[in-house]
């Protein structure tokens, strides 16, 4: 079992940045593929990045290349999504989510999701 714990989302202006938290209990942390998900207002929660166990390996979607970045301390037990550059569009609650190995890019892969932390960015 994984209990996951987003923190770090506020009110931004464009052109801003964040650095969104996620906080793991469990003792199987460091096995597991780490995501970033958002849902914006009337929108379909949607990929934004994900790592892979050992932080070797990460894939973003093609909006957000080049400006968000996620990493990860399995000591801490914690992933991160440093957010540069931010766009009114980027505004929505981000999850966090943890699944397999095997985990990549589909929602359905995922099996612990945090509760969400709302991003907002004002033009």
């Known amino acids: 079992q994984v209990l996951l714990v987003e923190s770090g989302g506020r009110l931004v202006q464009a052109g801003g940045s964040l650095r969104l938290s996620c906080a793991a209990s469990g003792r199987t942390f460091s096995s597991y593929t780490m995501a970033w998900f958002r849902q914006a207002p009337g929108k379909e929660r949607e990929f934004v990045a994900y790592?892979?166990?050992?932080?070797?390996?990460?894939y973003y979607r093609d909006s957000v290349k080049g400006r968000f970045y996620i990493s990860r301390d399995n000591d801490r037990k914690t992933v991160y999504l440093q957010m540069n550059s931010l766009k009114p569009e980027d505004t929505a609650v981000y999850y966090c989510a943890a699944g397999p190995t095997t985990a990549q890019t589909m929602q359905t892969t995922y099996n612990y999701w945090g509760q969400g932390t709302q991003v907002t960015v004002s033009p």
């Open positions: 790592i892979s166990w050992n932080g070797g390996r990460t």
